[in-house]
């Protein structure tokens, strides 16, 4: 796998949220704006409907969603998978390796018994003893580097378990044109910052007075996300990922998201033959 890496077109820069000292209280804020992207760009429908149809067309009644932090778009996705006549009763199961007690608390003690969030650690290199249910990784599987991206699927291969990951982007710009563009699609990110902050609810003190006093949240957000795009991996990064990888007993797919005929983003999707 190591010698493999240099075939990819991925590169491993650093993002914000992935640092363990980047505060909890920030990272929610940015998790908030990613949410009204979500919203502006129809990526919630887009996977309810990819979802969906992996749930009935499996038999599957519940969905564990890895590397929640604090929430994604999973519990509004889920909203829209219960208006599906036939999904009703679908449940979420919310995991991370390093969970978000308030987000935990907030879920757990909801009147909405269809979601929740495991308060214990869930490693998704290591699916063993994770809860059966269709496995989601959700705008999350760049921020793995290709050896825990391999674990990844290795383990839920062996673990016969079902694996959606989803991106809503693809890494089809060259890294030099990336560069050159890097300091003008810095400050369209921010000042979309500007825009979006007022649609967040519920919005705190600290989403406006780090958004538009002290800039903080505006220059992170801007960075990691034009830092996550040459960190996902590309539709031939996957095939290097998946060497080796063939099996009687599980199959792998990979293509596009639609919505409408057009592209919304790139998915894996693993399933145990029968």
């Not at 760009?41 to 969905?63: C, D, H, P, R, Y």
């Not at 009763?89 to 007690?101: G, R």
């Not at 757990?108 to 989601?136: F, H, M, R």
């Not at 793995?144 to 378990?161: D, G, T, V, W």
Request: glycine share 6%.
């Amino acid at each position: 796998m190591e010698g493999a890496t240099s075939e990819m077109k991925r590169i491993q820069l650093f993002e914000f949220e992935d640092f363990p000292w980047f505060p909890t209280w920030l990272r929610t804020c940015m998790t908030n704006l990613i949410m009204i992207l979500h919203r502006m760009m129809g990526v919630s429908e887009v996977l309810a409907e990819l979802i969906g149809g992996i749930l009935k067309e499996n038999k599957l009644t519940k969905i564990v969603d890895l590397g929640s932090g604090s929430g994604g778009a999973m519990p509004e996705v889920l909203n829209i998978i219960h208006r599906t006549s036939g999904l009703e009763h679908i449940e979420l199961v919310m995991t991370d390796l390093y969970p978000n007690p308030e987000v935990a608390k907030k879920y757990n003690q909801d009147e909405n018994d269809k979601i929740s969030y495991q308060e214990t650690p869930v490693d998704a290199t290591e699916l063993t003893n994770v809860p059966n249910g269709l496995k989601t990784m959700m705008n999350s599987f760049h921020h793995m580097p290709p050896k825990a991206a391999r674990k990844i699927l290795e383990s839920a291969q062996k673990n016969a378990q079902p694996l959606l990951i989803y991106e809503m982007a693809e890494n089809k710009m060259s890294l030099l044109l990336w560069w050159v563009l890097l300091p003008i699609s810095l400050a369209i990110l921010m000042i979309m910052v500007l825009f979006m902050t007022p649609f967040v609810k519920p919005i705190t003190w600290r989403q406006l007075v780090f958004t538009y006093l002290i800039p903080i949240i505006p220059i992170c957000y801007a960075w990691d996300g034009q830092a996550s795009m040459p960190r996902m991996y590309a539709m031939k990064d996957i095939d290097v990922l998946l060497e080796g990888l063939d099996s009687d007993n599980y199959t792998w797919e990979k293509g596009y998201a639609t919505k409408n005929g057009k592209k919304k983003g790139t998915f894996l999707l693993g399933l145990p033959k029968g």
